[in-house]
């Protein structure tokens, strides 16, 4: 939507699906290896730095020497400790709190709260999402965060369409991404826009702009179908308790029940996410993906004692019967999306 109204924009987000290079995305074009690989080369007097810190900061140096208008920062795991925190942000806005990670972030929802509140403290302006419940909001240390419906009146029409309204009147916008939940998300980025206006930031937004961009919008693996062997399949992240709980909810609003090819890392509630799809679901294919932080099929079978294993994912794709549904984790969403047909894909 910024870049529609003619912003210049940096873009950076985790994880990548197939390329390291998705992460980094400089007026919406993928950067290329060739510039990656040197801005990475360029820390190499730090080997101290982690992994996502290396990105982190050849990203923002990337986005400083392309002179762009505004960076678009997907924060990382928590908030307290993450390294995009660093940049200083002027807006920041906070989809939900859920149970991801609780490894790392707490046993429950307020501990989880209170690290994610650590990254919206370090911006001028706080928006939360409609998603943001009253039970979490005293813990996340951000008592002056605006409601998104604050700055934007928003409501679903229909599965694709929402009514909006952040200035005279509603405006009718087509969602870009299936899923009813898409629909909180695309209000809270409406009011991260009108706040970033206010900051004097970017420019206030246009109906016919707004529309523009969001009909340019992309996000791989999020409820989107591609060719593999000959056959659709349908591939969402789904990876974690909440994401499967509402991917289930779309699957219900559908009427069909796909044969869902299953896998996730090794800190995921297996059981829950399955107990959450299970009922929306045909024949439960099981799958460890080849990544060091896999949860074995050892596990994944005891989650899912009715689920049928598979030694690989090409087995996986034989056992499932149409229509196919894969779900669980981005990378098993990104083992996928590697082998299919060029060009074919939603």
């Given at each position: 939507m910024l870049e529609a109204h003619g912003v210049a924009t940096g873009l950076y987000t985790s994880p990548h699906l197939v390329r390291v290079e998705e992460r980094i995305r400089i007026r919406g074009r993928e950067v290329a290896s060739e510039t990656l690989d040197a801005a990475i080369a360029a820390l190499d007097p730090f080997p101290d730095l982690s992994y996502f810190e290396t990105l982190t900061v050849a990203a923002f140096g990337l986005f400083a020497r392309q002179a762009v208008d505004v960076a678009v920062l997907e924060a990382g795991m928590g908030g307290r400790w993450d390294a995009t925190r660093l940049a200083g942000p002027a807006v920041a806005g906070l989809t939900n709190v859920g149970t991801d990670h609780a490894r790392w972030l707490g046993p429950d929802r307020a501990a989880i709260a209170a690290e994610k509140g650590a990254a919206l403290a370090a911006a001028r302006t706080a928006v939360l999402g409609p998603e943001v419940d009253a039970a979490v909001r005293g813990v996340l240390g951000v008592p002056g965060a605006v409601d998104a419906g604050e700055l934007v009146r928003c409501r679903t029409l229909d599965d694709r369409?929402?009514?909006?309204?952040?200035?005279?009147?509603?405006?009718?916008?087509?969602?870009?991404?299936?899923?009813?939940?898409?629909?909180?998300?695309?209000?809270?980025?409406?009011?991260?826009?009108?706040?970033?206006?206010?900051?004097?930031?970017?420019?206030?937004?246009?109906?016919?702009?707004?529309?523009?961009?969001?009909?340019?919008?992309?996000?791989?693996?999020?409820?989107?179908?591609?060719?593999?062997?000959?056959?659709?399949?349908?591939?969402?992240?789904?990876?974690?308790?909440?994401?499967?709980?509402?991917?289930?909810?779309?699957?219900?609003?559908?009427?069909?029940?796909?044969?869902?090819?299953?896998?996730?890392?090794?800190?995921?509630?297996?059981?829950?996410?399955?107990?959450?799809?299970?009922?929306?679901?045909?024949?439960?294919?099981?799958?460890?993906?080849?990544?060091?932080?896999?949860?074995?099929?050892?596990?994944?079978?005891?989650?899912?004692?009715?689920?049928?294993?598979?030694?690989?994912?090409?087995?996986?794709?034989?056992?499932?019967?149409?229509?196919?549904?894969?779900?669980?984790?981005?990378?098993?969403?990104?083992?996928?999306?590697?082998?299919?047909?060029?060009?074919?894909?939603?």
């Open positions: 369409r929402v009514e909006a309204d952040w200035r005279a009147g509603p405006v009718t916008l087509h969602c870009p991404l299936a899923g009813r939940h898409q629909h909180r998300n695309l209000h809270l980025a409406l009011a991260l826009h009108v706040a970033a206006s206010r900051e004097g930031l970017v420019p206030p937004p246009e109906p016919a702009a707004v529309r523009d961009g969001l009909a340019r919008t992309l996000w791989p693996g999020r409820l989107g179908a591609v060719r593999l062997r000959g056959r659709e399949v349908l591939l969402d992240g789904a990876h974690n308790a909440e994401a499967a709980a509402a991917l289930a909810a779309h699957l219900r609003a559908l009427g069909r029940r796909p044969d869902l090819i299953f896998s996730c890392l090794d800190d995921k509630p297996a059981a829950a996410m399955l107990t959450a799809l299970r009922p929306v679901v045909g024949r439960i294919v099981l799958v460890a993906l080849d990544d060091p932080r896999a949860m074995p099929l050892a596990a994944l079978r005891k989650a899912a004692p009715d689920g049928v294993p598979a030694a690989n994912l090409d087995e996986a794709l034989e056992l499932a019967r149409d229509p196919v549904l894969a779900a669980g984790s981005l990378r098993l969403v990104g083992a996928l999306l590697a082998r299919a047909v060029p060009g074919e894909s939603s």
